[in-house]
């Protein structure tokens, strides 16, 4: 199947596709590495008026330092996100979750900007996100404004993006010294989407506890889930051997899985107990290293 006709335009420049954008009104669809969009339009999923291709706008394709965050642009690919040193030294979780996506022609053309503003639940960068306190920089022809991980995503393919306004550029937190990480996912063939996804970071303090932790799930719902709040009391005393244990039976006991025919809520419950458990001992392993 082909896609239905649409008119198409590359404007050089952002005022010229937020101005695009503004005109189309509800009809427009935008395209940068279309990993998800092109299946769409073949198989008549979506039918827009007017395709704006943002390619052209090199400035967003750029990872920097600013401060104490990562500016990354919304048209960073997945390969080159995955292969930034800047990434890999500042949130080595973000850089390991994009090395994961599909296959190699994916993450070569897909995008940073494209697999937030897509909003899969069971993507790999939408959790990612989530996980580490990202703020999403959202433009349109009314101005700029920034909107946080948290509130970013509403339900499956649905977030807060208005049709005349575009993702441009992700800022995420540098890890801090000491802060170890973990990144776990289950998937029935290498490249398909997780079944169940796990992010984690901790700190750990001079005196051994836990300072900071931070978990997420995806694959489980409409939309990514934070669930630290689930683990009582992580920093009260020292982490026990079974620790990691103890918070994964807790998290996948205490949250809420989606039922459906092809993957039974069950079968989800126990991968979050035990990818929970890895992406935990990964996260106090490498945090004990950094510290040591």
Request: glycine share 10%.
């Amino acid at each position: 199947m082909k896609p239905a006709r649409f008119a198409y335009e590359a404007p050089a420049t952002l005022e010229g596709v937020l101005q695009s954008l503004a005109a189309a009104g509800q009809g427009a669809k935008l395209i940068a590495g279309g990993q998800s969009l092109a299946p769409m339009l073949n198989m008549r999923l979506a039918r827009p008026d007017r395709l704006i291709d943002i390619n052209a706008l090199s400035d967003l394709g750029e990872i920097r330092r600013a401060g104490d965050r990562l500016e990354i642009g919304a048209l960073v690919r997945h390969d080159g996100l995955g292969r930034s040193e800047l990434a890999r030294r500042h949130c080595p979780l973000l850089a390991r979750a994009a090395e994961t996506i599909g296959h190699y022609a994916i993450r070569k053309r897909g995008t940073l900007g494209g697999s937030l503003a897509h909003a899969d639940p069971a993507a790999q960068l939408p959790l990612v996100a989530l996980a580490l306190d990202a703020e999403m920089d959202i433009c349109s022809v009314r101005g700029l404004r920034s909107v946080a991980a948290r509130d970013f995503f509403l339900s499956i393919f649905s977030t807060v993006l208005e049709p005349d306004e575009l993702l441009v550029r992700v800022t995420v937190p540098i890890a801090s010294a000491g802060e170890g990480w973990g990144f776990r996912l289950f998937n029935r063939r290498a490249g398909d989407f997780a079944i169940v996804a796990v992010a984690a970071t901790l700190s750990r303090g001079s005196d051994g506890k836990i300072a900071r932790l931070r978990l997420a799930l995806g694959g489980i719902g409409p939309v990514p889930v934070r669930v630290e709040h689930l683990v009582p009391n992580p920093g009260t005393e020292q982490p026990s051997p079974h620790w990691s244990t103890q918070v994964s039976q807790i998290a996948a006991d205490s949250v809420e899985i989606e039922e459906n025919d092809r993957t039974p809520a069950a079968f989800r419950r126990e991968l979050v107990a035990a990818l929970t458990r890895e992406a935990l001992d990964d996260a106090m392993g490498r945090a004990a290293g950094a510290t040591s």
